[in-house]
């Protein structure tokens, strides 16, 4: 079992940065996987990066690639997202998510454990 507790969301004018945290509880969480979700009024939730629990592979969506990093400190149970150059089209809440997992899950559904989420708002 793993809890997760998202924060570092708010309002930020377009072109800004944020940088999201999620903290997890537990001993095992160099053994997770973990992923940043977003989800927008009436879409999909949908993945916006994620990394492997050595932190030696990751992924973005397209439309980050460049503008947002993901990383984790394992000895602090913690997972970042650090978001630059922000858009009014990344406004949503943020949520990240755990599977105890050697592979790099990137589907929604392959993962077991969510946070609450955040939200981003980014002002035009």
């Known amino acids: 079992q793993v809890q997760l507790v998202e924060s570092g969301g708010g309002l930020v004018q377009a072109g800004g940065s944020l940088r999201l945290s999620c903290a997890a509880s537990?001993?095992?969480?160099?053994?997770?996987?973990m992923g940043w979700f977003r989800q927008a009024p009436g879409k999909e939730r949908e993945i916006v990066a994620a990394v492997s629990r050595s932190a030696g592979n990751t992924y973005y969506t397209d439309s980050v690639k460049g503008r947002f990093t993901i990383s984790r400190d394992n000895a602090k149970n913690t997972v970042y997202l650090q978001m630059n150059s922000l858009k009014p089209e990344d406004t949503a809440v943020y949520y990240c998510?755990?599977?105890?997992?050697?592979?790099?899950?990137?589907?929604?559904?392959?993962?077991?454990?969510w946070g609450q989420g955040t939200q981003v708002t980014v002002s035009s």
């Open positions: 998510a755990a599977r105890n997992s050697p592979i790099l899950p990137m589907s929604r559904y392959e993962y077991n454990y």
């Open positions: 537990g001993r095992t969480f160099s053994s997770y996987a």
